[in-house]
């Protein structure tokens, strides 16, 4: 079993930035491949930025490309997400999910989640 936290959100204006935290137990965090998704209320959950278990290798939506940042600390079992020039679409709940065996792009291939973490961009 994985376990997840999110932290980081808030209520912030358009321009500004957040950074969010997603720290993990239970299992070997360097083995994990890692994402953020999001979900706005009455839209589906969507890949926001991946990493592989390395950090070698990430993956961003064209939504968030030049903006967001994501990253891992493998000694810290910890995965972040840095949110710059936010925007009022941008609001949504923030997940962080955890699976093995390489990056995937696909929200039903990752087995562990978090409770989220909401993000609000007022305009």
């Known amino acids: 079993q994985v376990q997840l936290v999110e932290s980081g959100g808030g209520l912030v204006q358009a321009g500004d930035s957040l950074r969010l935290s997603c720290a993990t137990s239970?299992?070997?965090?360097?083995?994990?491949?890692m994402g953020w998704f999001r979900q706005a209320p009455g839209k589906d959950r969507e890949l926001v930025a991946a990493?592989?278990?390395?950090?070698?290798?990430?993956y961003y939506a064209n939504s968030v490309k030049g903006r967001f940042t994501i990253s891992r600390d493998n000694a810290e079992n910890t995965v972040y997400l840095q949110m710059n020039s936010l925007k009022p679409e941008d609001t949504a709940v923030y997940y962080c999910?955890?699976?093995?065996?390489?990056?995937?792009?696909?929200?039903?291939?990752?087995?562990?989640w978090g409770q989220g973490t909401q993000v609000t961009v007022a305009s």
């Open positions: 999910a955890a699976r093995v065996k390489g990056l995937s792009i696909m929200v039903a291939t990752y087995n562990y």
């Open positions: 239970g299992r070997t965090f360097s083995l994990l491949d």
């Open positions: 990493i592989n278990w390395s950090g070698g290798t990430t």
